[in-house]
């Protein structure tokens, strides 16, 4: 047996040097989320090797959930247990710190494709994760952590902010019409 026609193999080179240039030619973004992905994976939260490749949508999407282990960070505020009321403390640590640990579970499950249930966690985990933050946001100005916070520990601002930020983008990645069907087709 012989290879392809000249014609059919000239076909075959054009087609796959277009699927190069488009491949090159990826939204910043997504490079940026591999990038974080690849730091994630060496963490051991997402395995580097996936047997199906991921929609670029789904690989930004448990990306931008599976940083929310940055979350951790709001432990460092037990340090001002003593200087912040209690009211403040217990309640924003443990939302902060329940958002970090079951943001690889949600992260991982969604690259994994597990249906409708998985779709609805990921909401219900992006919503808890916001209200914590508002909820936070809230105890801070209505006691006297607020300031104490703005003054001695900035990093936690910047960390509710970002927090927000990647729950919004994220919801908004869950509602989209592709990853909607893409997670909900169990086939």
């Known amino acids: 047996m012989t290879g392809p026609g000249p014609e059919r193999q000239s076909r075959i080179d054009k087609s796959a040097s277009q699927s190069q240039l488009i491949n090159s030619s990826l939204p910043s ?24 490749v991921l929609p670029a949508q789904i690989r930004l999407l448990r990306t931008l959930i599976g940083i929310q282990l940055y979350r951790l960070i709001g432990l460092s505020l037990l340090q001002y247990a003593g200087t912040l009321p209690s009211a403040f403390t217990i309640p924003v640590v443990t939302g902060d710190v329940l958002t970090a640990v079951l943001a690889p579970v949600i992260a ?26 508002f909820y936070a946001l809230t105890l801070a100005m209505l006691t006297t952590a607020g300031s104490f916070i703005l003054v001695n520990d900035q990093i936690v601002v910047v960390g509710a902010i970002l927090g927000i930020t990647l729950h919004i983008i994220s919801i908004r990645l869950l509602l989209r019409r592709q990853t909607v069907s893409y997670l909900l087709n169990t086939a």
């Open 108 to 133: 991982v499950a969604v690259s994994r494709k597990r249906g409708p249930p998985t779709w609805a966690a990921a909401i219900v985990w992006n919503a808890l994760g916001m209200v914590d933050l």
């Open 29 to 52: 973004e997504l490079g940026k989320a591999k990038y974080v992905e690849s730091i994630l994976s060496l963490a051991g939260v997402f395995e580097e090797n996936d047997v199906v």
